[in-house]
C-alpha cells in the first residue's frame, strides 16, 4: 500500500514547479474591480403606438427611446475600444417589455458567426445578444433572453452567476433582420414571463438588468453595465438600474400545455416479433404564478417523448457515470435544489424519478407531479411531489423533496432540504414497502465578489437496511482576471443510501486542489489566454482515512485559447491506483495491488465558429499492468445555419491489460445532421454505434413550434444489439402535439 508521507514526498517538486509558475505569472496585472455603491440607471420609455415585432426597429416610438452604448469589453483583453459597438433602447406598455437592439459589425453580414438554428444554442459560438433581468432584486438571481443574428431564442435561469438552467422555457419574442452594417434585434418580453414584486402606487418599478454582446469572430464579448473579466454577464451585484416602468400589478397568470401523443413500439429477436405495444396518450402541464413570488406546476401522465437519447459512454474509470437530466419538467428550477449543480454529491437527482429500478434503466410511466416555488429577496421555499405507477418489474413509488434557503449580506444564502421515497408493497414480486429519506444542509458565502464558498453536509436514512449514512462537499474558489485557486472536498460513507440522489462512490473521502495562472500575453498577440496549471486529485477510503485509494496530479503546462477561440493543450498525468477490490473495467479483471503510471494529452480544436471545424484529442501512456491510447476526432460542417453535420469518433486502444494481460480494441461512433427551415422548424437525426456491445441507434426527430412554445412533434428511435444471437432490436415511433396558452 502506498503511505500517504510516500506520495507527498513524490508529489512535491511538481506542486512546487507548478505554483512557482503561476504566482510569478499572476503578478502582471489585478483588474477585478467591486460592485459600485450606486448602481447605473438606465429608463424605459412608455411607447405610445403599436409596436410590430419585425427587427425592423421602424416604430416612432423607438427614436424617442434612451440610447443605451456605453458597453465594456471583457474579451478579448478587458477595457480598451470596441470594434463591434452596440445600442439598445428600451420601451414598454401595458403588456410587454420591449428592446431594440443594434449590433454593428465592422465586417457587416459577411462577420456574421452562426452555427445553426435550433432553440437553446451555444451562446459562446455563435454571434449573440442577451438581456438579464433580476425583476425582484435578488442579486443572486436572473432570467436571461438571448438571441443570434438569425432570431433563435435562448432563456435560461441564473442562480448565483455559478448554476445557469438553460432548460427554463418562457414565453417571449423576437425578430432579426440583418444588415450591410450588422444586425437590428427585436425583442418582445411579456410581463407576464417576468416574475416581480407588486409595484408601490405612484412609484415606478427598478429592476435589476445587464446586457452582454459576442461578436464571435472576434471573439468580442462586451457587457453593460462594466463588469469583470472574470465573472458572467449574470453576476448581478454589479447591475444596472432599470427605472422608468409603470408595470401593471401582478394578475392571473396560468399557463396551461396539454398534448396528446400517440406511441407505437416492437421488439423483434432476430425476425421473431417478441413484444409490440400501440396506444394513445392524452396529458399536459400548467405553470400557475399564484403571485409574483409563488410559482404552482402540475404535470398529469407525464410523458418525454422529445427528449435527448443519452450519449453512449465506455467507462475505463472506477467511479459511477454521471448522465445529465434532459427532461424538461425536472430541469426547471433544478439549481434551487442542494447539491445542485456539481457530480460528485448530489442528496437529490430527479434521474432516479421515472425508471423501473437501479439494475434496470427502462422508464416507468409517471401519474402526475406537482413543484411549488416561492422565491423573494430573502428566501426561496420549494417543493416537488410525483407520483410513479407500478410496472411488472417495479413497484409504484411517491417522490417528495423539499427546499429552504434563506439569504443573507449580498450573495450569501444558507439552505435545508428534506428528501423521501416510498415504495409500495408488490406481492408479485416479494417486496414489502420501503422508505428512504435525506436531510442535506449547504450555503454559500461571497465574503468579497472573487472569493466563492459552498457548502453541503447530508444523511440517508434507509427502512430496508435500517442504516445511516453521511455525505458532504465543501468548496473554496477564487477567480480573478489574473488566476483561479481552488480546493474541493467531497466524502460519502458506505452507508449512504440517497434513493433520490446520486454519489460518484461510496466509502471515499475526496480532496481536489489546485490553480492555474491567467495570462494574455501582449508579445504574442495570437493567444488570447495562456492558462497554466495543475489539480492534484486524490482519493482514500472515508472509514479508514490512512487507506489510500487513488491519486492524480493532472499538470496543464500548455492550455491555450487562440485569439480565433481555438484551443491547444498538453498535459500529464500522474497516476497512483491502490486497487483492494473487485475491478473488471470493460469486463478485463484488474489483480488487486499498487499502480504507478503516468498518461499524457494532446488536445486541440479549431475554431468552432466556422463553416468547417475540428477536434482531436490523443491520451497516452501506461494503464495499471498494461497500456491505453484513446483517440478523439471530431468535424463539424454548417455551410448554412440551416445545414449542420458533426461526426464524432472514439478509439480504445487496450493493450496486455489485467490479469490475463489482454488486449482489447472498441470503437464508439456518432453522427448528427440537423436540418433546419427556420428556427420553428427543424428536423434532427443522429446515429450513435458502440462496438464494445454491438449497440447502434437512430434517434430521428422533427419538431415545428407552430406558435410560440407550442410544438409538434415526430419521433423514431431504433436501436439494435449485435451482441446477442439473433439480433435483438427495437423500434419506437411516436407523435406528439402540444399546445401553449397564457391566461
Known amino acids: 500500500m502506498i503511505s500517504k508521507k510516500s506520495f507527498f514526498k513524490k508529489l512535491f517538486p511538481y506542486v512546487v514547479s507548478i505554483l512557482f509558475t503561476s504566482s510569478l505569472a499572476g503578478q502582471e496585472q489585478n483588474d477585478n474591480f467591486p460592485p459600485p455603491e450606486r448602481p447605473i440607471t438606465i429608463s424605459a420609455t412608455k411607447a405610445t403606438g403599436k409596436i410590430a415585432i419585425d427587427g425592423r426597429l421602424s416604430e416612432p416610438d423607438w427614436e424617442s427611446a434612451e440610447i443605451i452604448s456605453d458597453f465594456f469589453k471583457v474579451e478579448p483583453t478587458q477595457g480598451g475600444d470596441i470594434a463591434n459597438p452596440t445600442l439598445v433602447r428600451i420601451l414598454y406598455d401595458d403588456r410587454n417589455l420591449y428592446f431594440g437592439v443594434f449590433c454593428k459589425d465592422s465586417m457587416g453580414k459577411k462577420g456574421i458567426r452562426i452555427q445553426d438554428l435550433r432553440r437553446d444554442f451555444d451562446n459562446g459560438e455563435n454571434d449573440v445578444f442577451g438581456i438579464q433581468i433580476d425583476a425582484q432584486n435578488t442579486r443572486q438571481y436572473a432570467i436571461s433572453f438571448q438571441t443570434t443574428p438569425h432570431g433563435n431564442q435562448l432563456d435560461q435561469q441564473s442562480f448565483n452567476d455559478t448554476n445557469t438552467d438553460a432548460d427554463w422555457n418562457a414565453l417571449w419574442n423576437v425578430r432579426t433582420q440583418r444588415t450591410e452594417e450588422g444586425y437590428f434585434a427585436e425583442f418582445s418580453i411579456p410581463f407576464k414571463s417576468i416574475r416581480y414584486d407588486k409595484p408601490v402606487e405612484g412609484m415606478p418599478a427598478e429592476w435589476g438588468i445587464t446586457f452582454f454582446r459576442m461578436a464571435r469572430k472576434d471573439f468580442e464579448k462586451t457587457v453593460f453595465p462594466a463588469i469583470p473579466q472574470s465573472f458572467s454577464e ?10 422608468g416602468l409603470n408595470v401593471p400589478p401582478p394578475s392571473a397568470n396560468i399557463r396551461a400545455e ?22 394513445p396518450k392524452i396529458g399536459g402541464d400548467v405553470k400557475w404564478a399564484i403571485s409574483p413570488n409563488t410559482v404552482l406546476d402540475l404535470t398529469i401522465n407525464t410523458d418525454f417523448a422529445q427528449a435527448d437519447v443519452d450519449r ?14 434532459r427532461r424538461q419538467f425536472f430541469l426547471e428550477n433544478s439549481g434551487i435544489w442542494s447539491g445542485g449543480g456539481n457530480t460528485q454529491v448530489r442528496p437529490f437527482f430527479s434521474r432516479t424519478i421515472g425508471l423501473e429500478n437501479s439494475f434496470n434503466a427502462k422508464p416507468a410511466p409517471l401519474d402526475f407531479g406537482a413543484r411549488f416555488t416561492d422565491r423573494n429577496e430573502d428566501r426561496t421555499l420549494a417543493g416537488l411531489v410525483v407520483r410513479q405507477s407500478e410496472t411488472d418489474n417495479s413497484t409504484g ?10 439569504n443573507y449580506g449580498k450573495e450569501n444564502n444558507i439552505g435545508a432540504m428534506i428528501t423521501y421515497r416510498l415504495d409500495d408493497t408488490a406481492n408479485n414480486l416479494g417486496i414489502s414497502s420501503q422508505n428512504n429519506t435525506t436531510i442535506s444542509i449547504d450555503g454559500l458565502i461571497r465574503p468579497k465578489s472573487e472569493i466563492t464558498l459552498s457548502y453541503l453536509l447530508s444523511t440517508s436514512m434507509d427502512s430496508e437496511t435500517g442504516q445511516t449514512g453521511f455525505s458532504g462537499r465543501v468548496y473554496g474558489g477564487a477567480s480573478t482576471n489574473d488566476y483561479y485557486l481552488g480546493y474541493v472536498n467531497a466524502f460519502v460513507s458506505s452507508d449512504y443510501s440517497p434513493d433520490m440522489g446520486y454519489v460518484f462512490q461510496k466509502d471515499v473521502m475526496y480532496h481536489s486542489p489546485g490553480g492555474y495562472a491567467i495570462i494574455r500575453p501582449k508579445s504574442l498577440p495570437f493567444i488570447r489566454r495562456w492558462d497554466p496549471g495543475a489539480f492534484l486529485n486524490y482519493y482514500h ?15 496543464f503546462p500548455v492550455f491555450i485559447w487562440f485569439k480565433d477561440n481555438s484551443f491547444f493543450e498538453m498535459s500529464f498525468t500522474p497516476t497512483w491506483q491502490n486497487i483492494n477490490f473487485d475491478f473488471a473495467p470493460l469486463g478485463l479483471e484488474i489483480a488487486e495491488g499498487n499502480y504507478r503510471y503516468t498518461r499524457f494529452l494532446l488536445n486541440y480544436f479549431t475554431d468552432q465558429s466556422k463553416k468547417i471545424s475540428g477536434s482531436g484529442s490523443y491520451d497516452i501512456g ?12 471530431g468535424m463539424r460542417y454548417a455551410p448554412s445555419p440551416h445545414i449542420a453535420f458533426s461526426a464524432n469518433y472514439e478509439r480504445n486502444n487496450i493493450n496486455s491489460l489485467g490479469t490475463l494481460h489482454q488486449d482489447l480494441d472498441t470503437d464508439l461512433y456518432s453522427a448528427n445532421l440537423r436540418l433546419a ?8 437525426t443522429f446515429y450513435q454505434y458502440n462496438s464494445f456491445d454491438e449497440q447502434g441507434g437512430w434517434n430521428v426527430r422533427f419538431s415545428w413550434e407552430y406558435m410560440p412554445l407550442s410544438f409538434i412533434y415526430l419521433v423514431f428511435n431504433d436501436t439494435q444489439m449485435d451482441v446477442f444471437d439473433p439480433v435483438e432490436s427495437s423500434t419506437q415511433f411516436i407523435s406528439k402535439i402540444t399546445f401553449l396558452k397564457q391566461f
Open 397 to 406: 413509488s411517491t417522490f417528495g423533496v423539499a427546499q429552504y434557503t434563506q
Open 677 to 684: 427551415l427556420n428556427p420553428r422548424v427543424q428536423l434532427s
Open 258 to 279: 396539454p398534448y396528446a401523443l400517440y406511441q407505437y413500439e416492437e421488439s423483434k429477436s432476430g425476425n421473431v416479433l417478441t413484444e409490440k405495444s400501440s396506444e
Open 541 to 555: 477510503d472515508f472509514e479508514d482515512f490512512g487507506n489510500f485509494q487513488q491519486a492524480r496530479l493532472y499538470i
Open 234 to 243: 449574470n453576476r448581478m451585484t454589479y447591475a444596472a438600474k432599470l427605472t
Open 622 to 633: 501506461n494503464f495499471y499492468n498494461g497500456s491505453r491510447n484513446t483517440l478523439n476526432l
Open 312 to 325: 453512449a459512454v465506455n467507462n475505463l474509470e472506477r467511479f459511477n457515470i454521471f448522465f445529465p437530466e
